[in-house]
C-alpha cells in the first residue's frame, strides 16, 4: 500500500489553495510546480497576520519581543527540517540574490585557485560564480552533464577537481530535466583533494521533492526559494556553515561580524516556513509512527518522494486503460524514460507540434504546464540535444492519479 492513500491525499490538498482551481481560469490541474508549488493555507494566513504587525525586532517592547521569538523559532524548525552540522540560516530576496551572495563571498575570501561547476546549473549560480570568479582573477571551470541522462556525477567532475579548486557550485536537481543530482558524493570527491575548499548548492529545484540533510552533504552553502517549497514569494532561504560565516560579506561597519542578513527582514517570512515545517511533520506523522520529530519529517520526505514517483511513473507507463507517455511514438522524453534521477518532473516534446503548441493546448482543456525556451534560463541543457523548447511537466505530492489521466488523455490527442 502506498504511503500517501487516496484518503490522506484527500486530506493532503485540503491543506493546499487552488488545489484544483484559481480565480483566473476557474477549474485546472496544476502541473506547474516548478514554477512556484501550491501555497499552504496556513501560509496565507500567517502572511496577512504579520503583514498588519508594525513593529520591528530589536526593541524594548513586548510585540518586538515575540517577533524575535518567532524568527527564533522559524531557524529552530530550518534546523529540524534540515539537520544542520553547524553555521546559520537567514532569508534574503530571492534564492537568485542569496546564491550570488554566497558565491561572491566565497569567490572573494577564497584565494587564488579555480571555481568549478557544472554546464547543467541554472544561470542564477553560474552566473553569480562566473562574475565572482573573474572578479577575484580565478578561473571559472565548467564540467559538461550528461545530455542522455540530464543530470552530471562525480564522474564528470572528478577530471577537474584539483588542489587549487577553492570554490565548488553543485546543483541538487535541475528546473529543465527533473533529473537529481548526488551532492554528497561530489562534496566528500571535492574534499579528498582539497578539504577547504568552499562548496555552495543550488537547492531551489530539490527542496519541495525530498529530503535535504545538510549533515550529510558536506558543503559550506545550501539555497531554496520557499515560494517553491508550499510557503510564498518575497524571500529566499539560505543555511552557511561556520567557515563561510566567518569570511568578510557585505556588513554594516561596527555590526555583528557573522550577520548575514541585510537590514530589518520580514517576520512573516520566517513565520510562514515554520508552517511548512509545521506541515511536513503532520505528513510525517500520519505516514509513520514515529514519536520524534525530525524521524516525522524524514518520514515525510520519504512519502512525498513515493508518491512524485507513483506519480511520473504512471504518467510515463499509463494509468488505468491511458498509454503512458512511452508509448506514444511521437513524444520524445528529456533525460529518458526510466532514469532513476528523476524528481517529479517530466520534460518533453512531441514530433511535429511546436512546444508552445503543446502548452497552449493542454491549457485549453485546463491543464497548466510551462514552456521552457533554449535562452538564458535552459539553454545550457536544450541546446546540446538540438531543441528549441521543450514542454515541461512538473509534479509536487499533491498531484493525483487522477490529474494524470487527464493529462494522459489530452497528450493522447495532441500526439495522435
Known amino acids: 500500500m502506498p504511503m500517501i492513500s487516496d484518503d ?4 493532503i490538498r485540503a491543506r493546499f489553495a487552488h488545489v484544483a482551481s484559481d480565480p483566473f481560469q476557474g477549474e485546472r490541474v496544476f502541473f506547474e510546480n516548478a514554477g512556484g508549488a501550491l501555497t499552504l493555507k496556513s501560509v496565507v494566513e ?6 498588519a504587525i ?4 530589536g526593541r524594548d517592547n513586548v510585540a518586538s519581543h515575540a517577533l524575535v521569538d518567532v524568527i527564533a523559532r522559524a531557524r529552530a524548525d530550518m534546523a529540524d527540517l534540515m539537520t544542520p552540522p553547524d553555521g546559520q540560516f537567514f532569508v534574503g530576496e530571492s534564492g537568485t540574490e542569496l546564491l550570488f551572495r554566497l558565491i561572491s563571498a566565497a569567490c572573494l575570501g577564497a584565494g587564488p585557485g579555480r571555481v568549478l561547476g557544472s554546464t547543467l546549473e541554472h544561470p542564477a549560480s553560474r552566473s553569480a560564480a562566473a562574475r565572482w570568479a573573474g572578479i577575484a582573477g580565478q578561473a571559472h571551470v565548467l564540467v559538461p552533464h550528461d545530455d542522455a541522462s540530464g543530470t552530471v556525477g562525480v564522474g564528470h567532475y572528478a577530471p577537474e577537481i584539483t588542489q587549487d579548486t577553492v570554490v565548488a557550485t553543485i546543483l541538487h536537481t535541475s528546473p529543465v530535466t527533473g533529473m ?3 551532492v554528497a558524493a561530489i562534496a566528500k570527491a571535492i574534499r579528498a583533494v582539497n578539504p577547504d575548499c568552499f562548496i555552495i548548492v543550488d537547492g531551489i529545484q530539490h527542496a519541495a521533492h525530498g529530503r535535504i ?3 550529510d552533504m558536506g558543503v559550506d552553502g545550501y539555497v531554496i526559494s520557499p515560494y517553491k517549497m508550499f510557503s510564498r514569494h518575497g524571500y529566499g532561504l539560505a543555511w552557511i556553515s561556520d567557515r563561510l560565516a566567518s569570511l568578510p560579506h557585505n556588513n554594516l561597519l561596527k555590526g555583528p561580524e557573522k550577520n548575514w542578513e541585510m537590514g530589518t527582514r520580514d517576520t512573516g517570512a520566517y513565520a510562514t516556513f515554520s ?3 509545521s506541515y511536513l511533520d503532520w505528513l510525517g506523522g500520519e505516514v509513520s509512527d514515529e514519536s520524534d520529530r525530525t524521524a516525522r519529517l524524514r518520514a515525510a520526505g520519504a512519502a512525498i518522494h513515493e508518491h512524485e514517483k507513483r506519480l511520473s511513473d504512471a504518467m510515463l507507463h499509463g494509468t488505468g486503460n491511458l498509454p503512458g507517455l512511452a508509448a ?3 513524444v520524445e522524453i528529456i533525460g529518458g524514460i526510466d532514469n532513476p534521477a528523476r524528481e517529479g518532473l517530466v520534460s518533453l516534446n512531441v514530433q511535429g507540434v511546436a512546444p508552445v503548441d503543446v502548452v497552449a493546448r493542454l491549457n485549453a482543456q485546463g491543464i497548466r504546464t510551462h514552456l521552457r525556451k533554449a535562452d538564458h534560463y535552459s539553454g545550457n541543457v536544450l541546446e546540446p540535444l538540438g531543441l528549441e523548447g521543450c514542454v515541461r511537466v512538473s509534479l509536487c505530492h499533491y498531484n493525483s492519479l487522477g490529474e494524470v489521466a487527464q493529462f494522459l488523455a489530452a497528450m493522447q490527442e495532441i500526439a495522435s
Open 275 to 277: 508552517d511548512v515545517v
Open 213 to 215: 540533510d545538510l549533515g
Open 46 to 51: 500567517t502572511s496577512a497576520f504579520y503583514a
Open 328 to 330: 506514444m511514438d511521437k
Open 8 to 11: 490522506l491525499l484527500e486530506r
Open 54 to 57: 508594525p513593529d520591528n525586532q
Open 180 to 182: 537529481g543530482v548526488d
